[in-house]
C-alpha cells in the first residue's frame, strides 16, 4: 500500500481512478461533483460512525437550512472576515450558505436565556456553498459532506476543558480513516478575529504536499458579541456564551483512499468499503459446492459483513480483475477440493497475500484481519510521514527540504518576527504551525532565525 516517490499517486490521477470506479462524475456544467451510488454507500458508514462517536460526546445532530439571512450573514461579513467574492446569492437577502454560524448562532440567540441551557451542543452533516477555483474534490464549489460542530458554554474554563474531547473525536476519526497527522497550534496574531486559538491536523499526501483535514476554533466570546448570544448566569448577570467550533468534510475519506491506492487501482479499507469481502467460486457449480458457497455467504451475513458472491464462469484473472478495480479488500478463493477440509483461501487486495482458515473460527479470524489491515495501513502512512519528516536547524534548509518534497522541522520561537522573517526568505511555503501534541520535543534547540533557546516546534512544507 505504499506509495514510493517515483509512484506517488498525483491528485488529477487520483480523481480520474474515482471517475473509472464509478464513484465520482465530474463532469456536472457548474464545477459540481456528482456522488454515485458506491460513494454514497461510503458515506452512509461514515455517517453512522460518526454518529455514535458524536453521541459519546454528548453533541446533538440537528438540521440547519441551506438558506440564511444575509442579515444574520453580514455579522460575519463585516466583523470576521469578507465572503463576499466567494458566496452564492439567492437574492438580495438570502445566500446559501458558506459556513453554518450564520444558520446556527441565530437559533443559538433563541433557545439560550440562562445557564440551565448550557452547555448546548449540536452538529450537522450536510452542504456548505463557496465560489471556488475548484480542484476536484479537493476544493469544490458544493462541499456535501461536511461535518461541523459547534457548543456554547457558561465559561471560559468550559471551553478549555471542552477543547481535549473536540480534538480526542477528530483523532478517532483520523484513526478509523488510517490518517496520521501533524497536530499543530496556529500563532495567536493569526487567529483574530475568527478565534483565540486554533487547533489543526494536517495530512502528507502523496503529492509530497500537506493538506488542512481539521481546525477547531476556540472562538471564546468572540462570535457570540457578534451574533449578541447571552445568557444569565447563576450570580443574574447578564454575560455571552464561550463558543468552540471545529469540523472536517468527506475529503478525509477521499484522502484515506488515496494514501492506500497506487496508480492502478483504488484501496479501500474493509471498515468502510461497501464490499469488504468477494467470495469467488472457482470450480465447476456442482450442487455440493453451491451450497457450500452459500454456507459461508450466510455466516458472513449474518454477522453484518458486507459481501459480495461471484459464481460466474468467466475467465478467472478477468473475474478477479474486476473486483480488484471495485477496491474489494479481501477475496475468498473457493475451490471443490476443500468441501471435506471446510478450510478457506483467502487473498487480501493490499499486499496480495494469501492465508488459509477455517470455517468453524471463520468471523473471529475475520475480525482479526480487518483489524491488522486497518493497522499496518496506519503504521505505513505513519512511517511515511515520519520519513519525510526532517529535523533542520538552518533556514536556508528548508527551501532544499520543500524543493525535495519533504516536510521541515525546525525548533522556532512563538515571535511573530521570527516566523514573518522565515517567510520572506521561504517565501511561496507555508507553515504548518507549531506543535501541540508534545510540546517538550526533547531538549531545547535554537530558533532557527533568532538562535535563542526555545522548545517550540513548527512545520513548513507545501499546503495543496
Not at 445532530?61 to 446569492?89: A, Q
Amino acid at each position: 500500500m505504499e506509495n514510493s516517490p517515483e509512484q506517488s499517486l498525483s491528485l488529477n490521477k487520483f480523481n480520474i481512478l474515482l471517475e473509472q470506479a464509478w464513484i465520482i462524475d465530474s463532469s456536472y456544467p457548474l464545477s459540481a461533483i456528482i456522488w454515485l451510488p458506491d460513494w454514497y454507500k461510503i458515506l452512509n458508514i461514515a455517517e453512522q460512525y460518526l454518529n455514535i462517536l458524536f453521541e459519546k460526546y454528548n453533541y446533538k445532530r440537528h438540521i440547519f437550512p441551506f438558506l440564511v439571512s444575509s442579515k444574520e450573514f453580514d455579522h460575519i461579513n463585516d466583523n470576521i472576515c469578507s465572503f463576499e467574492k466567494g458566496i452564492y446569492k439567492v437574492t438580495e437577502s438570502i445566500i446559501l450558505r458558506p459556513s453554518w454560524e450564520s444558520a446556527i448562532y441565530p437559533m443559538f440567540r433563541k433557545w439560550i436565556k440562562t445557564y440551565n441551557d448550557l452547555p448546548l451542543k449540536v452538529f450537522q452533516i450536510w452542504s456548505i456553498f463557496r465560489r471556488w477555483s475548484t480542484r476536484g474534490f479537493m476544493r469544490s464549489n458544493e462541499n456535501d459532506f461536511f461535518i461541523e460542530a459547534h457548543a456554547a458554554f457558561s465559561s471560559r474554563e468550559e471551553v478549555e476543558r471542552e477543547l481535549s474531547s473536540c480534538n480526542d473525536m477528530v483523532n478517532d476519526f483520523m484513526k478509523w480513516l488510517a490518517i496520521p497527522t501533524l497536530k499543530t497550534i496556529r500563532p495567536p496574531w493569526t487567529n483574530k478575529p475568527v478565534a483565540e486559538t486554533e487547533y489543526a491536523f494536517d495530512v502528507f499526501l502523496p503529492t509530497k504536499e500537506t493538506a488542512l483535514l481539521n481546525v477547531t476554533y476556540t472562538q471564546m466570546q468572540i462570535f457570540s458579541k457578534i451574533f449578541n448570544i447571552t445568557f444569565t448566569n447563576k450570580n443574574w448577570i447578564k454575560d455571552f456564551t464561550y463558543q468552540i467550533e471545529f469540523g472536517f468534510s468527506q475529503r478525509c475519506i477521499l484522502i484515506s483512499i488515496w494514501l492506500l491506492s497506487n496508480e492502478n487501482n483504488l484501496f479501500m479499507l474493509p471498515i468502510y468499503s461497501p464490499i469488504q469481502i468477494v467470495i469467488f467460486q472457482i470450480d465447476s457449480p456442482i450442487i455440493e459446492l453451491n451450497e457450500y458457497v452459500d454456507k459461508i455467504a450466510n455466516i458472513l451475513k449474518w454477522s453484518n459483513i458486507r459481501i459480495e458472491v461471484d459464481k460466474k464462469s468467466w475467465q478467472l484473472y478477468k473475474r478477479f480483475g474486476k473486483y480488484e478495480k471495485l477496491w474489494v479488500p479481501i477475496r475468498f478463493e473457493i475451490w471443490k477440493k476443500e468441501l471435506d477440509s471446510e478450510i478457506i483461501k483467502i487473498v487480501r487486495q493490499d499486499n496480495k497475500k494469501a492465508l488459509f482458515i477455517s470455517l468453524n473460527n471463520i468471523i473471529p479470524e475475520i475480525d482479526k484481519l480487518f483489524l491488522e489491515i486497518s493497522s499496518e495501513a496506519l503504521m505505513n502512512n505513519e512511517k511515511n510521514l515520519i520519513e519525510n519528516t526532517i529535523y533542520c536547524t538552518k533556514t536556508e534548509d528548508i527551501k532544499n527540504l520543500i524543493n525535495s518534497g519533504k516536510i521541515a522541522k525546525i525548533h522556532l520561537c512563538f515571535s511573530e518576527d521570527c516566523v514573518k522573517n522565515i517567510e520572506k526568505n521561504v517565501r511561496s511555503w507555508e507553515i504548518v504551525w507549531f506543535e501541540y501534541i508534545n510540546k517538550n520535543w526533547g531538549d531545547l534547540g535554537k530558533c532557527v532565525n533568532c538562535q535563542k533557546p526555545t522548545s517550540e516546534i513548527a512545520y513548513y512544507s507545501r499546503r495543496i
